[in-house]
């Protein structure tokens, strides 16, 4: 007879959680707010999309209204969210890690993104957040993600204006663009 104990490198199929059955265990009260405020979110915005008037058919046609896509959205992500909350409920996750610095530079830039945006212009906005996410997200090649920077936004920019034939808010770059 063998005295060796468990093996120390099997995986644990509680997840971390020691002693717990999947009967006791049960989300936190974070697990269940943030799906209620996205639904809340899905709601306001359904509201408001709702307000929107309806567009004369010489210019939609028998396309969408502009409401349509807004609503269809929301039912989107209210549909997500309820198999994100479903799955909360059968297999709460165990203890979290720490976010990483990356996620909380994330929004910050998307707070940077916004004020360039809308004191400079949208196509340098987004030259500046995604050479910066590029970077930050590990990226060690600034050459390639100086590239990517340049590339992406001029290309969205193109196929707006010559395709969608959609024209970008006036800026810096959109009114050298535009003359």
Do not use: H
Not at 18 to 42: E, H, K, M, W
């Amino acid at each position: 007879m063998s005295n060796a104990g468990p093996d120390k490198n099997a995986v644990d199929p509680s997840g971390g959680r020691q002693n717990v059955t999947p009967q006791t265990t049960r989300p936190n009260l974070s697990d269940i707010i943030l799906p209620g405020l996205i639904y809340a979110f899905c709601i306001v915005i359904s509201l408001l999309a709702m307000t929107f008037e309806k567009a004369p058919d010489i210019f939609v046609g028998k396309g969408m209204q502009p409401r349509s896509f807004p609503l269809f959205l929301m039912v989107l992500v209210a549909i997500l969210n309820t198999i994100l909350l479903r799955q909360t409920f059968r297999n709460p996750p165990g203890k979290r890690n720490a976010v990483p610095y990356q996620t909380w530079l994330t929004m910050a830039l998307m707070v940077l993104f916004f004020l360039i945006t809308t004191y400079a212009d949208m196509i340098l906005a987004l030259m500046v957040i995604i050479f910066s996410m590029a970077l930050l997200w590990g990226e060690r090649r600034i050459w390639l993600a100086l590239l990517l920077a340049v590339v992406t936004p001029t290309t969205i920019l193109l196929f707006f204006d010559l395709v969608l034939e959609v024209r970008f808010p006036r800026g810096w770059i959109t009114n050298l663009y535009y003359k």
